[in-house]
């Protein structure tokens, strides 16, 4: 008998497991199905920093959650409408995240005792009430995974492994996923290992298999494609999105890309991806530290190039100093920050937004530069060229703040014409400028305030160049006090001048008549756009705005500011962009702070908003 097959609008689904149990792969997988389906997605993926985490404990738990829709969606969402556990640790970790009614499904093989004792049940959940008002659906996936791979040539151990596999296959049947990339994507990963493909190909066939014939499961999903825009998409992470946003940026320069980099988590893939592509002029450079690697990426922008360096908080701290002789020097130079959990090593796996001072003042003297930050995963690539163009055209280093939650979250991207990206002319110097037929390096151009930029080994362009404060036309060192003076101001109004060559903040308020701004900067977007969207379903009024250039703000902030009798600013930190509006432009804006590692909720943020409105 033929199953029914129940439509829904969008489903949450959150994957939990020991950080050896392939979490993070079962979520990826059933994600880029959900993208090749034409569903809208947002994704968060949320796992220990250590490499092989404790085994069976809350701590160890990695987790994959997956929102899909047919329809535009801003998040991950709030709270799982279903959760697979694989083991107690993971029911645990996620049991207050769950609203009634959810869905659960776990693995009873690892449900004994011992495991129970080790992460704090006293008794066993799936029989004491902890779990009344879900819909708890108790599935043996160890010993199924085994027994369906019984004929193979492996171990019980590695028979085991595949048990998310076997999860992926009865979720994929349950929501109508395709399965083709599946299996094309492990033959490719296990090629040279045809037992290990043939137990993961087993194992995803006999989940796929359960799910159509046991009658635990009487119904499936479907979760129809979403309707946007006409274009070619593909789903993307932010790191992925940034690394394609250099390239492009590269490209589009006529530069070709360096990055001197160390790995650090997040913003390794960067590096990992960028290493892949030198067909298109693309030299990666691993450093033995942080230092190193800025100090490379500086040496090659005064090469000729287009340099870069990645890097987190951390890290960006060993940079500054570096950074700071890119200002004096006047090179462009991208420093891409994707910021952690702090300080020190804070927690490397977790988001936060906390680096925006530093990066702003985290130098010694006046330094002034650019910080721009992407809304979201796919923005990461707008956000890449737009530093590219920045950094070029002024010659400056220009500071791109992701962060933790946008570097690994995915989102479908739509893939943008070539000739829809801004052609970045270098403008390099190519002979004397002086009235006498000298090369003048500090000669500015009468727009930008920009100084020339001379390739080593051009005749006629020898010139000094270094941290020591220089004349403000010949280069020569000069230690006038009048002359640096000039320069400390030059090069601020050099920075002040972008705001002329950004677009002004867009605000969206529908009615134009909201009392309440909520302004956010970075990967708060989707959360905050969620949570205006349900205020104003309710019939609340509110206008939004959202800063991508965050120096120099844009030119309308003010007035954007003055035209509104509250506004709210929810940040992933203590309030560092409230501290800098407070400053700035005299508003007693009201923030809304966090530092939980974690992106905001939707639903939290709409109750402050209707906080903040219906106040007298």
Known sequence: MAKQIEQLDRVIIRFAGDSGDGMQLTGDRFTQETASFGNDLSTLPNFPAEIRAPAGTLPGVSSFQLHFADHDIMTPGDAPDVLVAMNPAALKANL??????????????EF?????????????????????????????????????????????????????MF???????????????????????FAAKPDILAANLTAFQAGW??????????????????????????????????????????????LPLFLGSYPITPASDILHELSRHKRFGVRTFQAEDEIAGVGAALGAAFGGSLGVTTTSGPGMVLKQETVGLAVMTE????????????PSTGMPTKTEQTDLLMALYGRNGESPLPVVAPSSPADCFDAAVEATRLAVTYRTPVVVLSDGYLAN??????????????VIEPGFATGPNGPDGSFLPYKRDEETLARPWAVPGTAGLEHRIGGIEKHAETGDISYTPANHDLMVRTRQAKIDAIARDIPELAVDDP?????????????TYGSITAAVRRVRRAGGRVAQAHLRHLNPFPANLGEVLARYERVVVPEINLGQLALLLRGRFLVDVIGYNKVRGLPFKAEELADVLREVIDRD
């Open 96 to 109: 207050g995240d769950l609203p009634r009614g959810a869905t659960v499904i776990v693995n009873t093989d």
């Open 112 to 164: 004994t005792k011992r495991s129970l004792a080790k992460v704090g049940f006293t008794g066993d959940p799936l029989t004491d009430g902890t779990l009344d008002g879900l819909k708890v659906s108790a599935v043996a996936l160890t010993s199924m995974t085994v027994a369906a791979l019984a004929g193979a040539d492996l171990s019980k151990k590695d028979a085991q492994r595949a048990k998310n």
């Open 167 to 189: 999860a992926l296959g009865l979720l994929s049947w349950m929501y109508n996923r395709p399965t083709e990339g599946t299996t094309s994507f492990l033959k490719s990963k």
């Open 209 to 254: 298999n359960f799910g159509e014939t046991t009658e635990d499961f009487a119904v499936s999903y479907e979760v129809k494609p979403a309707r946007l825009p006409a274009g070619t998409y593909r789903n993307i992470t932010g790191n992925l999105a940034m690394a394609y946003g250099l390239i492009a940026g590269s490209t589009r320069s006529g």
């Open 331 to 342: 090179l462009p130079l991208l420093i891409i920050d994707v910021q952690r959990a702090g």
């Open 409 to 422: 979250g995915s989102e479908p991207w739509r893939l943008p014409e070539v000739g829809d990206l801004p």
């Open 511 to 523: 009615d134009g008549g909201a009392g309440v701004l909520v302004l956010g900067w970075g990967g």
